[in-house]
């Protein structure tokens, strides 16, 4: 069967799907090229909204980006697309992550309906900073997370009530060095926005939650010196859950998948009425990342810890608008 064209209205829709992804600190380091004529979807990294003092690797950067993808496959297959995924396809062009291009079906061949039964979620997923309530996810639904994450390649585990509680202390270690290390500390304070604006990246002050006031659960704290109006405090879970996102190896390629993966968990998460809130300040230092891999798991490297729970799924967080992040051919 012959694929239909792609056009600017559909292409479009795609990348503003691929948009609403997590990224670290809300960067949103991606762009595409559209090649209408031969139905290809192109992603790039913007280098500009790297993070070279935390994320000197670019690893966070590649995580956010298979984010992005992920939703573009799943806005592709819920509009009737195949699609066929080449990660890094060239190697002289290191920044050129993904390309994609988009098919009709063949004979007794069909999109993946999974994946498009997830596109619905794209605009419900938001990144949660406020407590969750002190309840069990129950074993079905965990499964289904676990199960989301092997489809795109990576592993998701839950960690032993020790190891949780250890993770917190590796996240208190990492903020702490994290505010005294200049860079790092400027770095944040650039992609931080107490009060209000108009921006459209980063992360606003009406989504950094209340400030923990009790409770284990691993935090990223945006407030850091300057707060933004109104913040209160609040208690956070005693027993987080918690799930820790890996792969078999280190590379970019493998970052991209557990970016897919991280993103299909989450959208996943969103269709059960789960919230969920992301960590990485202990993955930002080596040695820290080192320890946060649970023993008693064969999850190779963790890419990103996850805190799941039932409690509101944050506010909506801007996004750049299409004009600056999609260009069309």
């Known amino acids: 069967m012959a694929a239909r064209a792609l056009d600017a209205t559909g292409a479009a829709e795609l990348v503003h799907a691929a948009t609403a992804a997590p990224s670290m600190h809300n960067a949103q380091p991606w762009h595409f090229r559209c090649h209408l004529g031969h139905r290809t979807v192109e992603m790039r990294a913007d280098m500009e909204r790297a993070m070279p003092a935390?994320?000197?690797?670019?690893?966070?950067?590649?995580?956010?980006?298979g984010a992005a993808l992920c939703n573009l496959r799943a806005a592709a297959a819920a509009a009737g697309w195949r699609t066929r995924t080449e990660l890094l396809p060239a190697e002289h062009e290191p920044l050129l992550?993904?390309?994609?291009?988009?098919?009709?079906?063949?004979?007794?061949?069909?999109?993946?309906?999974?994946?498009?039964?997830?596109?619905?979620?794209?605009?419900?997923?938001?990144?949660?900073?406020?407590?969750?309530a002190e309840r069990p996810v129950p074993p079905a639904d965990l499964a289904d997370l676990v199960e989301a994450a092997r489809t795109e390649g990576a592993k998701l585990v839950f960690p032993d009530a020790w190891h949780a509680a250890s993770l917190l202390e590796l996240v208190q270690d990492a903020e702490v060095r994290d505010a005294e290390t200049p860079d790092r500390a400027e770095e944040l304070a650039r992609w931080t926005h107490p009060w209000p604006d108009t921006a459209d990246e980063g992360v606003p002050g009406y989504a950094y939650g209340p400030r923990r006031r009790g409770?284990?659960?691993?935090?990223?704290?945006?407030?850091?010196?300057?707060?933004?109006?109104?913040?209160?405090?609040?208690?956070?879970?005693?027993?987080?859950?918690?799930?820790?996102?890996?792969?078999?190896?280190?590379?970019?390629?493998?970052?991209?998948?557990?970016?897919?993966?991280?993103?299909?968990?989450?959208?996943?998460?969103?269709?059960?009425?789960?919230?969920?809130?992301?960590?990485?300040?202990?993955?930002?230092?080596?040695?820290?990342?080192?320890?946060?891999?649970?023993?008693?798991?064969?999850?190779?490297?963790?890419?990103?810890?996850?805190?799941?729970?039932?409690g509101p799924r944050g506010p909506t967080t801007p996004r750049r608008p299409l004009s600056e992040v999609m260009e069309i051919i």
Do not use: K
Request: aromatic share 4%; glycine share 10%.
């Open 215 to 310: 409770g284990t659960a691993p935090m990223r704290d945006f407030g850091g010196r300057t707060e933004p109006p109104g913040r209160t405090s609040a208690p956070f879970e005693s027993v987080p859950n918690i799930a820790l996102l890996g792969t078999a190896h280190d590379s970019p390629p493998e970052w991209l998948r557990a970016g897919q993966a991280l993103e299909r968990v989450l959208l996943t998460a969103t269709r059960a009425g789960l919230a969920v809130s992301l960590t990485s300040e202990a993955l930002e230092w080596s040695d820290l990342r080192a320890l946060v891999r649970d023993p008693l798991t064969d999850v190779g490297q963790v890419q990103m810890v996850l805190r799941i729970g039932y």
């Open 97 to 132: 992550l993904a390309s994609v291009r988009l098919t009709g079906a063949e004979p007794g061949e069909e999109t993946d309906a999974a994946l498009a039964g997830l596109a619905e979620q794209i605009p419900s997923r938001h990144s949660s900073r406020w407590p969750f």
């Open 54 to 65: 935390a994320d000197p690797e670019h690893r966070s950067l590649h995580v956010g980006c």
